[in-house]
């Protein structure tokens, strides 16, 4: 793989950039490593007109865009044999700024993470409505109400538990715990239904909320750590076992269970992904507004 260089963006209005984190895989030396690609031409057109229509309340939705160091090798969206998370990575890629990756298709509007201002109160909000998402989705695939959700239980990137633990860190430092806000709720909420009736669109969010974290979501605790928490790391960012082999694990069974998605299936999921970091973006708002 080729390696490219990434820096961090501040949130952009969505139809400047919608991706709230940068996806990725730890690499043997300890970085993280990407791959993008380009969607088929017949999805690139139906994304276009979707912006171009959705344009007004898209500016109003938000926001976000982080990214770290990062190797990037191309993956070619539909192509047949090709592993659907290679897909996933590729229209996740897209939706960077040019500054983030050499993929990116969007111009940066923002100033860099690092001239972020986050409050304690703003990083609680966003950490009180992560813990309420990442609650949503462990249930929902313990639940397993479409049997093949049962393949993603306890895969050891849940967060909710650790999040459970840094708010009692936080409670114990004397702030108070705020209870879950508008982008926290009407994620979850959106998440449960999609999960009932549209189980493609479901694993969309399922793969963008969990790799983000893991990749850009650390270099924002990180940078956001050394500004407010005199560089204490939370236990939101820390994992029990070897990280990449934990993501693989999931890639494994992502391409597995999408292997008998139709092609229309597996474009229906890829075109989720836009939405996916609209509302992931919601909730990144908090630490900066």
């Known amino acids: 793989m080729a ?4 820096s961090l963006t501040a949130p952009n209005a969505l139809a400047a950039t919608s991706l709230p984190f940068l996806h990725g895989r730890k690499s043997g030396g300890g970085g993280v490593s990407v791959h993008a690609g380009a969607p088929s031409p017949s999805r690139a057109v139906a994304v276009v007109a979707r912006r171009l229509w959705g344009s007004a309340s898209s500016s109003r939705r ?28 590729a229209v996740a890629m897209r939706l960077h700024t040019k500054d983030q990756a050499k993929e990116g298709e969007k111009e ?9 201002e986050p409050s304690v109160d703003g990083y609680l909000r966003f950490l009180v409505d992560s813990k309420l998402v990442f609650e949503t989705l462990e249930t929902i695939v313990d639940r397993a109400a479409v049997p093949w959700y049962a393949e993603f239980r306890n895969t050891g990137l849940e967060r909710s538990e650790q999040l459970k633990k840094d708010l009692e860190w936080f409670k114990e430092q004397g702030h108070t715990i705020p209870e879950p806000s508008a982008p926290g709720t009407t994620y979850a909420s959106y998440l449960e239904e999609l999960a009932e009736k549209d189980s493609q669109a479901f694993i969309c969010h399922f793969y963008n909320v969990y790799f983000a ?13 050394e500004k407010i928490l005199n560089k204490k790391e939370l236990e939101f960012y820390k ?9 693989q694990n999931v890639r494994n069974k992502l391409n597995e269970v999408a292997s008998s998605w139709t092609r229309e299936e597996k474009d229906h999921c890829l075109d989720e992904t836009e ?15």
């Open 3 to 6: 390696p490219a260089a990434a």
């Open 62 to 89: 938000m926001v976000v865009a982080a990214a770290t160091a990062a190797e990037m090798a191309p993956a070619a969206s539909g192509e047949e044999g090709k592993p659907f998370v290679e897909e996933m990575r």
């Open 108 to 116: 940066p509007q923002a100033p860099p993470v690092a001239r972020w």
């Open 213 to 225: 974290h893991t990749a850009g979501g650390r270099m924002i605790g990180k940078k956001v750590s």
């Open 239 to 247: 994992w029990e076992g070897n990280l990449s082999q934990l993501l």
């Open 275 to 289: 939405k996916s970091f609209s509302y992931s973006g919601d909730l990144l708002r908090h630490i900066f507004t």
